[in-house]
C-alpha cells in the first residue's frame, strides 16, 4: 500500500487522572522537534480523576490547526469507553489495544488492530514503585515505531517536560522503549500511516492562548490581579502570577510593585480590580461564564462610574455550570449589554496567541482612556489549549493612560469636573490619588445618578445627558478597536466569523472551489467596515459556536436594514469547530437557521 505521510489524526482514550497528559505532550513535541505543527486538543472532563478524557494530535500537510472530527489511528486505554470509542471509528481505522482486556473480536471488526499487552510490559518496568505513572509510556514508544518517531525525538521532547532532570527522562524512556521494542519484534505494519521530518515548524513556538494574554497583560502594565479560580480562565492568572515577579523590578525597599490575590469569590474580585482601577493601577481580572453572570452589578458600577479595568472572559460551554471544560462562543451577548440599565461594553475577540498577547496588552490603554472596563474575550479552546505560534512580538507603542487631571491639566481648565467634557469626545478627566494633588480638585466618583461635577442628581435632563455622553464616548472607542479582516471571494455569499471559528473557517475556504467572501470580526462595537461588508453581500452567513447566532442577532441589532440577509450557522455541542461544519455549512444551506 502507499504510505500517506503526514496527513492523519491520532486520538488517545484514557481515564481522567492516570498519567497519560505527560505522555500525550510527549508524543506532540516529538512531532514539532520532527519539525511538523502537531495540533493537539485535550478533552478533558470536569472532575480530577475518573472520567474519561481524550486527547487527538493532528498532523496535516497545510499545518492546520484545528480539529479533524474523524481521527485514524485510536488508542482506546479507556475500559469504561472502549466500546463507544471502537463504535465512532469508521472502517479501517488504526486501533493500538489492550490486548489483556480481552475485548471480543467482534468488537474490532472492520478496523485494523495491533493487540499489545500494556499490563504484562508495565512488569518490565524496574522501578516498581513508578510503574503505574510509567506505564503510559509504554504506548509512547508503540507509538514511535508504528508511525516513525524516531526515539531521539521522544528523549528531546521529555527533556522539555523534565527539563534538566535527566534521571528522570531516562526512567521514562525506558518504559518508552519497552514499547518501541515490542512493536519492533511482534507487530507487523498493516496500515499506510507515518510521519516523517518536515519544515512547518521554522522559528514557531508553542503555547497556549491564557498565557499568551497573561503575557500581555504584564506588557501591558497589570500591577493588580485579583481573581477567582474558574476553568478554563484560572490558568491565565496564574501564568501572570508566574511570570510577572521575573518582568518587573522590585521598589527601593525589596517588595513588589504588583499584587496578585485570590479573592473570595468573583464579586470580591471584580470589585477589588474596580478600586484597584479607580486608584491608578492597571488592574484586571480572570474568569468565565459563570463568573462573568456574577460580576454583573459591579460592572454596571464601572461602566457608570466610569473606571477602567480588563476583565478576561474565557468562555465555556453554559448556562448554569454546563461544561466546564468544552468550549462555546456563547458569551456574546451577555457581556455587549452586561448589567442593568443601558449599558454596551466594548470586547475585543482574539483569534490566535498572538492577539491573545496583542489584544490583552492593548486592553489596559483603552480602559484607561475610555475610563471603561474592557472584556477580553477569549475561549476555552483557545485558551487551554497549545498552539504553534509565530514568536509574540513585542509592543512598540508607549503606554497611553488617556485624560488624567494633573494639577497642570486642573489648573488650565476654566471648571474641572469629574464627568465634564470639555473636549468634545464624551471623555472628561479624572484625577488619581497621589498624581493630582490641586486644591481645586477631588478624587471623586459616583455610581448614583450625578451630573459633570459627581454630584448626585435626580434630574431626567441631567440623566439623560450623561447617558448620552457616554454613548458618545463608546461610539468614539471603535477608531481605536482592532479592525475587521476583510477577504473578498468569487460568489454572492459573505461569511462573518470570529475567535476560534477563524481556524475552521480558513481551512474550509481552501477546500472550496466557489469562495465566498470573508469578514472576520475582532471587535465590538462594530467599526463601519461591517456595514460595507454587509452590504455589499446578498446573503451573510455567520458561523459561531453557541446556539442562538448571538453574534448574529447583535449584528441584526446594529444593522436593522440589513438584518434580513443575515443567517446563522451554529454548533454548541462544546468540541472545537471543525473545517467540515464550515464547509458544509457554506455548501448546504438547508442546515443554516434563519
Not at 468488537?107 to 518496568?125: H, N, T
Not at 490575590?261 to 468565565?288: F, K, P, V
Not at 485624560?403 to 470639555?422: C, M, P
Not at 446573503?539 to 441589532?557: D, P
Request: hydrophobic share 40%; aromatic share 8%.
Amino acid at each position: 500500500m502507499n504510505p500517506v505521510v503526514n496527513d492523519f489524526s491520532i486520538r488517545i482514550a484514557t481515564p481522567n487522572g492516570t498519567g497519560s497528559q505527560t505522555s500525550n505532550i510527549v508524543i506532540q513535541r516529538a512531532l514539532i522537534q520532527m519539525g511538523l505543527i502537531a495540533s493537539a486538543k485535550n478533552l478533558f472532563p470536569s472532575n480530577i480523576a475518573g472520567l474519561p478524557t481524550w486527547f487527538q494530535i493532528r498532523v496535516s500537510p497545510g499545518g492546520w490547526q484545528t480539529m479533524n472530527p474523524q481521527w485514524q489511528v485510536l488508542l482506546p486505554l479507556n475500559q469504561a469507553t472502549i466500546g463507544r470509542d471502537l463504535r465512532e471509528s469508521v472502517p479501517n481505522t488504526v486501533v493500538i489495544e489492550n490486548s489483556d482486556w480481552k475485548t471480543a473480536d467482534s468488537e474490532f471488526e472492520g478496523l485494523c488492530r495491533y493487540s499489545v499487552p500494556f499490563d504484562q510490559l508495565a512488569r518490565k518496568i524496574s522501578n516498581a514503585k513508578l510503574r503505574p505513572r510509567l506505564k503510559n509510556l509504554i504506548y509512547v514508544g508503540v507509538v514511535a515505531q508504528l508511525f516513525d518517531i524516531p526515539m531521539e525525538k521522544i528523549r528531546g521532547a521529555l527533556q522539555t517536560v523534565f527539563p534538566g532532570k535527566e534521571a528522570v527522562v531516562d526512567l521514562n524512556i525506558e518504559a518508552a522503549q519497552i514499547g518501541f521494542d515490542f512493536a519492533a519484534e511482534s507487530l507487523t505494519k498493516q496500515d499506510p500511516w507515518k510521519y516523517a521530518a518536515a519544515d512547518q515548524v521554522g522559528d514557531q513556538i508553542l503555547l497556549d492562548g491564557n498565557e499568551a494574554a497573561a503575557l500581555g497583560a504584564i506588557w501591558g502594565g497589570v500591577s493588580v490581579v485579583a481573581w477567582y479560580p474558574i476553568t478554563p480562565a484560572s490558568s491565565l492568572a496564574e501564568a501572570v502570577e508566574k511570570h510577572i515577579g521575573r518582568c518587573r523590578d522590585s521598589d527601593p525597599d525589596g517588595r513588589n510593585r504588583f499584587v496578585v490575590i485570590q479573592a473570595e469569590d468573583e464579586l470580591a474580585a471584580i470589585g477589588m480590580a474596580l478600586g484597584a482601577g479607580w486608584a491608578g493601577a492597571r488592574s484586571m481580572t480572570s474568569t468565565s461564564g459563570p463568573g462573568i453572570s456574577l460580576m454583573a452589578e459591579n460592572l454596571g458600577l464601572g461602566y457608570f462610574a466610569e473606571i477602567p479595568t480588563v476583565v478576561y472572559d474565557i468562555q465555556r460551554v453554559g448556562p448554569s455550570t454546563g461544561l466546564p471544560t468544552r468550549t462555546q462562543q456563547s458569551d456574546v451577548l451577555q457581556v455587549a449589554f452586561h448589567s442593568h440599565g443601558d449599558t454596551r461594553f466594548p470586547f475585543l475577540i482574539p483569534a490566535c496567541p498572538i492577539e491573545s498577547f496583542q489584544f490583552s496588552c492593548q486592553a489596559y490603554d483603552l480602559a484607561e482612556k475610555y475610563q471603561i472596563p474592557v472584556i477580553f474575550l477569549s475561549d476555552l479552546d483557545l485558551g487551554m489549549n497549545s498552539w504553534m505560534s509565530d514568536p509574540l512580538p513585542e509592543p512598540e507603542n508607549d503606554i497611553h493612560r488617556g485624560k488624567i487631571a494633573t494639577d497642570e491639566v486642573i489648573a488650565r481648565l476654566d471648571d474641572w469636573g469629574r464627568y465634564k467634557d470639555v473636549d468634545g469626545d464624551g471623555i472628561p478627566y479624572r484625577t488619581i490619588p497621589g498624581i493630582t494633588l490641586h486644591p481645586d480638585a477631588a478624587h471623586l466618583t459616583r455610581g448614583s445618578g450625578h451630573d459633570e461635577n459627581a454630584e448626585y442628581s435626580e434630574s431626567p435632563e441631567v440623566y439623560e445627558q450623561n447617558l448620552d455622553r457616554l454613548a458618545r464616548k463608546i461610539d468614539g472607542m471603535v477608531v481605536d478597536l482592532p479592525a475587521p479582516i476583510r477577504q473578498d471571494g468569487d460568489s454572492t455569499l459573505g461569511v462573518i466569523a470570529y475567535g476560534t471559528t477563524d481556524m475552521a473557517m480558513r481551512e474550509a475556504l481552501e477546500s472550496l472551489e466557489q469562495k465566498p467572501s470573508y469578514l472576520r470580526l475582532r471587535s465590538f462595537p462594530f467599526h463601519d467596515e461591517v456595514e460595507s461588508f454587509i452590504d455589499d453581500h446578498e446573503q451573510i452567513l455567520v458561523i459561531e459556536q453557541n446556539q442562538q447566532g448571538q453574534m448574529a442577532q447583535l449584528l441584526r441589532m446594529h444593522f436593522p436594514q440589513l438584518a434580513a440577509r443575515i443567517r446563522s450557522a451554529t454548533y454548541y455541542g462544546g468540541l472545537p469547530l471543525s473545517a467540515g461544519f464550515v464547509k458544509d455549512s457554506i455548501e448546504q444551506p438547508r442546515r443554516v437557521e434563519a
